[in-house]
């Protein structure tokens, strides 16, 4: 079957570090990998997108990786601050479709 | 610009009982989408229109109804509630399609007793 899978347990992690988020995904092949932050009470909100031909793409201090092989996309925020906290989903078009499929969001706290 | 816009914020149905959630956007944009989350299954999507005129079934579309009669207006038209649909509905919108950014709405928060 297919399935996008982010950590379902909450990261926590401290103030000025970096924080990982992992997005992995089966039976699927995407030619395109997105990230949205959302805030409690409020739509997500685009931050990145990814080619399955590009590696790596970087914003301030966000980084997103993408292996195709792996089917894996890692998501990266450095110098983490308490304003990031906020949940993080992934998405992915399904190829040959124009549907975009969300994964569960992974919860990020940053304490200070 | 408003950016996509949902009506209503809230709303209680009784089962049985039959609503329209509404979403518009003024961006011109030709792809919409509607959206469920529930706690622990993410967004999950219900229908999506790529123009005017044009709809297409999601992942979850059964008990819901959409139609695109112009550009800016999406609305999802729940026929029969059930308390399954409990939930909170998201519209979005992107320019052409589903490889590009998705500007959200704010949701509608749905109960149904």
């Known amino acids: 079957s297919q399935k996008i899978e982010q950590n379902s347990e909450a990261l926590n992690i401290q103030e000025g570090k970096t924080a990982t988020l992992t997005c992995n995904y089966t039976n699927y092949s995407p030619a395109y990998l997105q990230w949205y932050r959302q805030d409690p009470g409020r739509g997500p909100v685009f931050l990145l997108l990814i080619r399955e031909n590009e590696k790596e793409k970087r914003k301030e201090r966000l980084k997103v990786t993408f292996d195709t092989t792996l089917k894996q996309s890692l998501f990266h925020i450095t110098a983490s601050q308490p304003a990031d906290s906020a949940t993080y989903l992934c998405?992915?078009?399904?190829?040959?479709?124009?549907?975009?499929?969300f994964g569960t969001g992974t919860r990020l706290q940053v304490f200070p | 610009n408003a950016g996509v816009t949902q009506t209503p914020k809230f709303q209680v149905l009784k089962t049985g009982q039959s609503m329209t959630l509404q979403c518009a956007q003024d961006m011109n944009h030709e792809y919409m989408s509607w959206y469920r989350q529930d706690p622990g299954m993410g967004l999950r999507l219900i229908h999506y229109?790529?123009?005017?005129?044009?709809?297409d079934q999601g992942e979850v579309p059964n008990g819901y109804n959409v139609s695109r009669s112009t550009t800016e207006d999406f609305p999802l038209r729940l026929l029969s509630a059930a308390p399954s649909q409990t939930s909170v509905y998201f519209c979005?919108?992107?320019?052409?399609?589903?490889?590009?950014?998705?500007?959200f709405g704010p949701g509608t928060r749905l109960l149904v007793l």
């Open positions: 229109s790529v123009g005017a005129g044009i709809t």
């Open positions: 979005a919108s992107s320019l052409e399609g589903a490889r590009e950014t998705q500007y």
């Open positions: 998405a992915l078009d399904k190829r040959g479709t124009d549907k975009l499929i």
